[in-house]
Nanobody
Framework: EVRLMETGGGSVKAGQSLTLSCSTS???????????LAWFRRAPGKEARMAVA????????KYLDSVKGRFTISRDYGRNSVGLQMNDLEPDDTAMYFC???????????????????????????WGQGTQVTVSS
């Protein structure tokens, strides 16, 4: 069973930073299984979860255009976790943030794969419960 649990959400003012962490029960480096980890968010009043960043088994990353240069996704193999460093936060970043894993498609390292597709969330099989991030102006 794959387990994911997010921590680190909170309320901050615009321009401030937050670091999210997702502990996983997924095996670490050396595994021959290819899979992606990603952070998604669901904005207030929205149903869809939009991908903001993903990281492949090989450490390749991809970001949503609106967070490029501000967010950084990273893996900590020692702690079996994936983090999301969020700098220069904006009110539009307010959302419930979810950690997710994809063992089927694993297309984060595909140059033609776009995170902005609404259907991206359906390619991820395992999800955490989410952590709330609120950014005030």
């Amino acid at each position: 069973e794959v387990r994911l649990m997010e921590t680190g959400g909170g309320s901050v003012k615009a321009g401030q930073s937050l670091t999210l962490s997702c502990s996983t029960s997924i095996f670490g480096p050396g595994s021959r299984t290819k899979y992606d980890l990603a952070w998604f968010r669901r904005a207030p009043g929205k149903e869809a979860r939009m991908a903001v960043a993903c990281i492949s088994s090989d450490g390749l990353t991809k970001y949503l255009d609106s967070v490029k240069g501000r967010f950084t996704i990273s893996r900590d193999y020692g702690r079996n976790s994936v983090g999301l460093q969020m700098n220069d936060l904006e009110p539009d970043d307010t959302a419930m943030y979810f950690c997710a894993a994809d063992f089927v498609w694993a297309r984060c390292d595909d140059a033609d794969f776009s995170l902005s597709r609404i259907s991206t969330e359906y390619e991820y099989q395992h999800w955490g419960q989410g952590t709330q991030v609120t950014v005030s102006s």
